[in-house]
């Protein structure tokens, strides 16, 4: 982002520049006569006389337009390239999603809505030393590009094909990570769960035991402000009613999701994804129990604002899972440490090997035995049972969705690189500190997304933040 005064310089200069090129001596039209009268021709000829079209257009009608400063966030702006940038971007991912768009100006609205937060937290992140070096980076959009089963180089050319250079994708993934250590410090370090809340929702789990549920859902948010006057909160009513009115008749949840909706997630078409009903209010799961798959349900009304919610699909537990039970995977894996001097594409290249002799009918735990760089390489790589949050997000990720006995591509971890194999599967009762810790993070997750929401409008509250969108 370029600083505020610098940008300010170059408007000032530029308009300078179109003064200095229209501007000429006002004496110079009867000079120019008269030197025209001494050579013989009329000055009424002169002054009548077009220029000639073979001759370079003036230097005025070469200057470049000033790039429009379009939102101002503190001591920084957002300029109008930088919006349509971030349009272009957005509308390409859309149209790969299948969504219908939205019209443009109300696309460009919602972005530049989303740029002033993001610019807003960047600031804040800034002010309290914030950082992300660049290993982490690394690691991180490695892991990206595995998720979409790509090569770095592949992932690199895919994302020039989409018209993204990689040194802006790289800084867009650090500016992620950095609100999300910002959200983490500033807000989810507050959240306190008592011990009378978890009994309260661990009574409410043993009750819906028997028709407990994951729902997969999409999501309409109109926020209302704190201590919103009764004219703001009908205006954001209405607004909701406008959303609900195009869905009734029938237009796509995610193009009204990404024209009304204020939640982070509207230009994703508002999807939620799977939640359990331990994760979800009661406010939705009241709705939701009396939903079919791709029902919307009528307006919500919550302390944050004004809901829509589609159920998308609806699942049960595993008819074998008992009521506060889990699902365990009995797991074993590879393990080559990230170490001076070896590459991740050296290691990447080397458990590849690994894998097509394990495909083509080698045993994974003697190979385990010979190559894995983990302490359970003597028992074959074998990690036992492990229940969900046993291990890192990562090797998670890879560990669920693997069918069993099948091996994975390699996978990146704080750990080093892995080749994972799942064995089998089972689900077993939970103890009562599992209990009771599972329910513990399902109320601290809702409570934090709850205080981010809240969070994020006191910080624009308090910050100088001037909207010049509509301003030509």
Same mark, same amino acid.
């Given at each position: /982002?370029?600083?505020?005064?610098?940008?300010?310089?170059?408007?000032?200069?530029?308009?300078?520049?179109?003064?200095?090129?229209?501007?000429?001596?006002?004496?110079?039209?009867?000079?120019?006569?008269?030197?025209?009268?001494?050579?013989?021709?009329?000055?009424?000829?002169?002054?009548?006389? @077009?220029?000639?079209? #073979?001759?370079?257009?003036?230097?005025?009608?070469? &200057?470049?337009? &000033?790039?429009?400063?379009?939102?101002?966030?503190?001591?920084?702006?957002?300029?109008?390239?930088?919006?349509?940038?971030?349009?272009?971007?957005?509308?390409?991912?859309?149209?790969?999603?299948?969504?219908? /768009?939205?019209?443009?100006?109300?696309?460009?609205?919602?972005?530049?809505?989303?740029?002033?937060?993001?610019?807003?937290?960047?600031?804040?992140?800034?002010?309290?030393?914030?950082?992300?070096?660049?290993?982490?980076?690394?690691?991180?959009?490695?892991?990206?590009?595995?998720?979409?089963?790509?090569?770095?180089?592949?992932?690199?050319?895919?994302?020039?094909?989409?018209?993204?250079?990689?040194?802006?994708?790289?800084?867009?993934?650090?500016?992620?990570?950095?609100?999300?250590?910002? @959200?983490?410090?500033?807000?989810?370090?507050?959240?306190?769960?008592?011990?009378?809340?978890?009994?309260?929702?661990?009574? #409410?789990?043993?009750?819906?035991?028997?028709?407990?549920?994951?729902?997969?859902?999409? =999501?309409?948010?109109?926020?209302?402000?704190?201590?919103?006057?009764?004219? %703001?909160?009908? %205006?954001?009513?209405?607004?909701?009613?406008?959303?609900?009115?195009?869905?009734?008749?029938?237009?796509?949840?995610?193009?009204?999701?990404?024209?009304?909706?204020?939640?982070?997630?509207?230009?994703?078409?508002?999807?939620?994804?799977? #939640?359990?009903?331990?994760?979800?209010?009661?406010?939705?799961?009241?709705?939701?129990?009396?939903?079919?798959?791709?029902?919307? !349900?009528?307006?919500?009304? !919550?302390?944050?604002?004004?809901?829509?919610?589609?159920?998308?699909?609806?699942?049960?537990?595993?008819?074998?899972?008992?009521?506060?039970? &889990?699902?365990?995977?009995?797991?074993? =894996?590879?393990?080559?440490?990230?170490?001076?001097?070896?590459?991740?594409?050296?290691?990447?290249?080397?458990?590849?090997? /690994?894998?097509? @002799?394990?495909?083509?009918?080698?045993?994974?735990?003697?190979?385990?035995?010979?190559?894995?760089?983990?302490? !359970?390489?003597?028992?074959?790589?074998?990690?036992?049972?492990?229940?969900?949050?046993?291990?890192?997000?990562?090797?998670?990720?890879? /560990?669920?969705?693997?069918?069993?006995?099948?091996?994975?591509?390699?996978?990146?971890?704080?750990?080093?690189? =892995?080749?994972? %194999?799942?064995?089998?599967?089972?689900?077993?009762?939970?103890?009562?500190?599992?209990?009771?810790?599972?329910?513990?993070?399902?109320?601290?997750?809702?409570?934090?997304?709850?205080?981010?929401?809240?969070?994020?409008?006191?910080?624009?509250?308090?910050?100088?933040?001037?909207?010049?969108?509509?301003?030509?």
């Amino acid at each position: /982002m370029i600083p505020a005064s610098f940008r300010f310089l170059l408007a000032g200069l530029a308009a300078a520049t179109l003064c200095a090129c229209s501007s000429t001596p006002a004496k110079a039209p009867a000079a120019q006569a008269g030197a025209a009268a001494k050579a013989g021709a009329p000055a009424q000829t002169l002054a009548q006389s @077009r220029p000639d079209p #073979r001759l370079a257009p003036p230097a005025a009608s070469r &200057v470049a337009p &000033v790039d429009r400063i379009v939102a101002v966030v503190n001591d920084e702006v957002i300029t109008q390239n930088d919006l349509s940038v971030r349009v272009d971007l957005v509308t390409k991912q859309l149209q790969r999603q299948g969504t219908q /768009m939205p019209a443009s100006d109300v696309l460009s609205r919602q972005i530049l809505e989303r740029m002033i937060n993001d610019l807003l937290q960047v600031q804040l992140a800034k002010e309290t030393g914030i950082k992300v070096d660049d290993a982490t980076l690394d690691r991180t959009i490695e892991r990206i590009a595995q998720e979409n089963s790509l090569s770095m180089t592949d992932f690199r050319t895919t994302l020039e094909k989409d018209g993204v250079k990689y040194t802006k994708f790289r800084e867009d993934i650090r500016q992620e990570i950095v609100l999300a250590r910002l @959200r983490e410090r500033e807000v989810e370090k507050d959240i306190v769960v008592t011990d009378a809340e978890v009994e309260t929702e661990l009574a #409410r789990q043993t009750k819906e035991a028997a028709s407990d549920a994951e729902f997969n859902l999409a =999501h309409v948010l109109v926020l209302v402000p704190p201590q919103a006057t009764p004219d %703001q909160v009908e %205006q954001r009513r209405r607004k909701a009613l406008l959303a609900l009115s195009e869905l009734r008749r029938g237009t796509a949840f995610a193009q009204v999701a990404a024209t009304y909706s204020d939640a982070p997630d509207a230009l994703q078409g508002g999807t939620l994804g799977w #939640r359990s009903s331990a994760r979800l209010p009661a406010l939705f799961l009241d709705v939701l129990e009396k939903l079919k798959n791709g029902e919307v !349900s009528d307006i919500l009304r !919550s302390p944050n604002g004004f809901h829509i919610v589609k159920l998308l699909e609806k699942r049960g537990k595993a008819a074998n899972t008992p009521a506060g039970g &889990v699902q365990q995977t009995h797991v074993r =894996h590879i393990l080559i440490r990230a170490r001076e001097g070896l590459s991740a594409t050296e290691v990447r290249n080397r458990l590849a090997q /690994m894998r097509e @002799r394990i495909v083509g009918g080698a045993d994974f735990g003697e190979i385990a035995k010979e190559q894995s760089e983990d302490s !359970s390489a003597a028992k074959g790589g074998d990690l036992g049972w492990v229940a969900p949050g046993d291990t890192v997000q990562e090797f998670e990720r890879v /560990m669920n969705s693997l069918k069993d006995k099948e091996v994975s591509q390699p996978v990146q971890t704080p750990f080093g690189w =892995h080749l994972v %194999q799942v064995l089998e599967r089972r689900s077993d009762e939970l103890s009562e500190e599992r209990k009771k810790a599972t329910a513990r993070n399902a109320i601290r997750q809702r409570k934090a997304d709850e205080a981010y929401q809240d969070w994020l409008r006191q910080s624009r509250d308090r910050a100088f933040v001037e909207n010049r969108y509509d301003e030509r």
